[in-house]
């Protein structure tokens, strides 16, 4: 039985659509591989452990106001520390000395990362040109209202702030999108609607009315 009904006949008659029109499942859109696992907590303890970690880095620097080089000096004489009592341990007590983590050496891991920076950019570019150019009238202001309200809320935090608030929205909203994903889209589906509309009312009343110079034909000569 459907959560929601909607009384207006434009809402019957339209189909429910995803958040921003994909066409393909969240984990295909972020990349797929193993990029895409963290984002989506499929690989709850490299998940949890890069949000502690970036959580860590954060308190450090904003609340303890750590200095970069006196935290990563710190870092690194605790560091070589646990090092070198955990091999100087392992002869006796029999453990396996320290190996770099196999995420750290391989290769693949980094250069999927940086493939799935470069083809989100290149998904980026040519759809910013289409709203940018006026081909999606809706879309435009959706996007210049965003960004105006991303300036207003970036003045009131410093680059810190504002670099872990993106990366807590990055670690937490596609993972809560795919658990919530049908209620959000019905709701983003309403507001796509509702600002059509406005659109359309604007156009009728405002841009319709204002007086345009006629269009001049060519002379073929």
Request: glycine share 4%; aromatic share 14%; charged share 20%.
């Given at each position: 039985?459907?959560?929601?009904?909607?009384?207006?006949?434009?809402?019957?008659?339209?189909?429910?659509?995803?958040?921003?029109?994909?066409?393909?499942?969240?984990?295909?859109i972020l990349?797929?591989?193993?990029?895409?696992?963290?984002?989506?907590?499929?690989?709850?303890?490299?998940?949890?452990?890069?949000l502690i970690?970036?959580?860590?880095?954060?308190?450090?620097?904003?609340?303890?106001?750590?200095?970069?080089?006196?935290?990563?000096?710190?870092?690194?004489?605790?560091?070589?520390?646990?090092?070198?009592?955990?091999?100087?341990?392992?002869?006796?007590?029999?453990?396996?000395?320290?190996?770099?983590?196999?995420?750290?050496?391989?290769?693949?891991?980094?250069?999927?990362?940086?493939?799935?920076?470069?083809?989100?950019?290149?998904?980026?570019?040519?759809?910013?040109?289409?709203?940018?150019?006026?081909?999606?009238?809706?879309?435009?202001?959706?996007?210049?209202?965003?960004?105006?309200?991303?300036?207003?809320?970036?003045?009131?935090?410093?680059?810190?702030?504002?670099?872990?608030?993106?990366?807590?929205?990055?670690?937490?909203?596609?993972?809560?999108?795919t658990q919530?994903?049908?209620?959000?889209?019905?709701?983003?589906?309403?507001?796509?609607?509702?600002?059509?509309?406005?659109?359309?009312?604007?156009?009728?009343?405002?841009?319709?009315?204002?007086?345009?110079?006629?269009?001049?034909?060519?002379?073929?000569?």
């Amino acid at each position: 039985m459907p959560i929601y009904e909607s009384s207006e006949s434009d809402d019957e008659s339209t189909p429910q659509v995803k958040l921003f029109g994909r066409e393909r499942p969240m984990h295909a859109i972020l990349g797929g591989g193993k990029v895409a696992d963290v984002l989506l907590w499929r690989n709850r303890k490299v998940s949890a452990a890069l949000l502690i970690g970036v959580t860590a880095i954060w308190f450090l620097f904003e609340v303890v106001e750590y200095n970069f080089v006196t935290l990563l000096c710190h870092i690194s004489i605790t560091t070589m520390l646990v090092i070198f009592i955990w091999c100087m341990s392992a002869e006796h007590i029999g453990w396996n000395r320290p190996k770099i983590p196999e995420l750290l050496s391989d290769e693949h891991a980094f250069r999927e990362i940086v493939s799935n920076f470069h083809w989100r950019f290149n998904q980026f570019l040519p759809m910013f040109l289409h709203i940018a150019g006026g081909n999606d009238p809706v879309h435009f202001f959706l996007v210049i209202i965003s960004l105006y309200i991303i300036s207003v809320i970036g003045s009131y935090f410093d680059f810190l702030n504002l670099l872990f608030i993106g990366f807590l929205c990055m670690e937490t909203l596609p993972y809560l999108y795919t658990q919530y994903e049908r209620e959000v889209d019905y709701h983003a589906g309403q507001m796509t609607r509702k600002v059509s509309k406005m659109y359309r009312r604007f156009d009728s009343r405002v841009l319709n009315k204002i007086p345009r110079a006629p269009v001049k034909e060519k002379k073929h000569t």
